[in-house]
C-alpha cells in the first residue's frame, strides 16, 4: 500500500518567530528598565508564539510516524495489527490535542493583544500568519486521518481498525491519564479544606498555609493531561503560586497585566510528582 504523504512544514513559519524578535526589539527601547509593562507583554507574547511554533513541529513528527506504521501494513503479521491500531490512535490523538492547544493559545494572543494598551500593529499580521499555518495543518491532518480511516477498505485482516481505534480512546480517559488542578485564595482554599493554616513557627517563614493531608479530590478541576497542556488564568502572573511540587522545566508561566498562562511543557515530566495542581491567588 502506498504510504500515507505528509507535507514538510512550511519553512515560512520558522520566519515567524524570528521577525517577531525583531518586532520586539523594535518595540522595546534597551534604555527602558526590565520592569517596563511594554516589555513584559513583548515578552509574554513571544513565548506564546515559540509555543505555538514547537507545536507545529511536535505535530509535524507524528504525521511522519502515522505514514511509517501506515507503509506497508499489509504486510505486517495479524498478531500486530491491533498494537499498530493504537500506535497510529496516539500519534492522531496527539495532533488533535496539540492542534487544538495552539488555536486556544493564538486565540488568546490575539485578543490580548487587541485589548492591551501596548498593542502591536505588525503583531497581528504574525498572529495571521499562526493562524493561516493553523488551519493548512489543520486540513492535512483531516485527510491524514481519512486515509487511516480508509485502511480498512484496502485491508482485509484490518476491518476492525477503526473500532481498535475507537477502544483506544475509551482505554485513554482512564485514572492514568486523569489529573485534576484548583485555584483560589488561601481562604477559599483553607475553607475547602485543600490548605490548611501553618503554626505560628511556619509563618514566620512566609508559609501562611501548607497543603492538607487529606482533601475532596471531586472538587478539583478533572483535565485530560494527554490533551491539556496550557491552562488559562484571568489572573496576571505576579498574583498566582503554584503550591504542589512540579518538575522543575517541565513547563512556563507566562503572562500579561491581566491574565496568565500556564504552558505545560512536558506532561508526563510535569504530573511525575503530584496529579493534583493547587495554584493560589494572591
Known amino acids: 500500500m502506498d504510504s500515507l504523504p505528509v507535507k514538510d512544514y512550511h519553512p515560512r513559519i520558522a520566519g515567524v518567530i524570528f521577525l517577531a524578535f525583531l518586532v520586539m526589539l523594535s518595540a522595546c527601547s534597551p534604555e527602558k528598565p526590565k520592569t517596563d509593562p511594554r516589555q513584559e507583554q513583548m515578552e509574554s507574547m513571544m513565548a506564546i508564539l515559540a509555543q505555538v511554533q514547537k507545536n507545529l513541529g511536535r505535530i509535524q513528527q507524528k504525521e511522519a510516524v502515522v505514514e511509517r506504521l501506515s507503509t506497508g501494513i499489509e504486510n505486517k503479521e495479524s498478531t500486530n495489527v491491533t498494537q499498530i491500531g493504537k500506535d497510529i490512535a496516539?500519534?492522531?490523538?496527539?495532533i488533535d490535542s496539540t492542534l487544538s492547544a495552539s488555536k486556544n493559545l493564538i486565540k488568546k494572543l490575539e485578543e490580548e493583544n487587541r485589548s492591551s494598551a501596548y498593542r502591536v500593529a505588525s503583531l497581528d499580521k504574525l498572529v495571521m500568519e499562526m493562524k493561516a499555518a493553523i488551519n493548512t495543518k489543520d486540513s492535512e491532518v483531516q485527510a491524514l486521518k481519512g486515509q487511516v480511516l480508509n485502511l480498512n477498505k484496502q485491508v482485509s485482516s484490518l476491518r476492525s481498525t477503526v473500532d481498535v481505534l475507537d477502544q483506544f480512546i475509551q482505554e485513554q480517559e482512564t485514572q492514568i491519564y486523569t489529573a485534576y488542578y484548583i485555584?483560589?485564595?488561601?481562604?477559599?482554599?483553607?475553607?475547602?479544606?485543600?490548605?490548611?493554616?501553618?503554626?505560628?513557627?511556619?509563618?514566620?517563614?512566609?508559609?501562611?498555609?501548607?497543603?492538607?493531608?487529606?482533601?475532596?479530590?471531586?472538587?478539583?478541576?478533572?483535565?485530560?493531561i494527554t490533551e491539556t497542556r496550557d491552562l488559562y488564568f484571568n489572573k496576571p502572573l505576579k498574583n498566582l503560586r503554584i503550591l504542589t511540587p512540579h518538575t522543575a522545566g517541565s513547563y512556563e508561566f507566562v503572562g500579561g497585566k491581566t491574565s496568565s498562562i500556564l504552558l505545560i511543557r512536558d506532561e508526563n515530566a510535569f504530573w511525575q510528582k503530584s496529579r493534583c495542581l493547587v495554584i493560589v491567588v494572591e
Not at 496516539?90 to 496527539?94: D, E, G, M, T
Not at 481562604?187 to 498555609?209: Q, Y
Open 90 to 94: 496516539a500519534s492522531i490523538r496527539f
Open 183 to 224: 485555584t483560589g485564595t488561601v481562604d477559599e482554599l483553607v475553607s475547602k479544606g485543600i490548605l490548611v493554616r501553618g503554626n505560628p513557627l511556619e509563618k514566620l517563614f512566609g508559609s501562611d498555609a501548607r497543603i492538607a493531608p487529606d482533601f475532596n479530590i471531586k472538587i478539583f478541576n478533572k483535565i485530560d
